[in-house]
């Protein structure tokens, strides 16, 4: 267990198989720390697309973030913080998630996607 200072306090946090990247709630930078010891690895501005009002609702799937911002959810790559294009809105605004389960975005064809719980 660690805490690391980040500067802010994070609004969304996710992982991969060896690092935790942090949000703060209207920031594009990222930060991205060592999962087995809290080292700050590196941080990076997201490009592109749209960010404030983060509410814990991000997801990192096959290299893509997936960041839910009021009621539209937006896609990134993570090796390049560059919005790609991709959106979608939700039913009801995504407030207060405990996390955004990456289990639950399964990429159908094109840019369309389903979600199921």
Not at 34 to 50: I, N
Not at 71 to 96: L, W
Request: glycine content about 12%; hydrophobic content about 40%; overall charge positive.
């Amino acid at each position: 267990m660690f805490s690391p200072n980040i500067g802010w306090i994070a609004a969304g946090v996710t992982t991969d198989k060896s690092f935790v990247y942090c949000f703060g709630q209207s920031t594009r930078t990222v930060v991205v720390l060592d999962k087995k010891d809290g080292r700050e690895v590196r941080r990076f501005d997201l490009v592109g697309g749209s960010v404030g009002n983060l509410y814990g609702g991000v997801a990192l799937v096959s290299g893509k973030l997936y960041m839910g911002i009021n009621a539209m959810v937006y896609r990134f790559n993570m090796s390049t913080g560059q919005y790609d294009g991709v959106s979608f809105s939700t039913m009801v605004s995504i407030y207060n998630m405990v996390r955004f389960p990456a289990a639950c975005v399964r990429r159908l064809n094109g840019d369309s996607f389903h979600f199921h719980g």
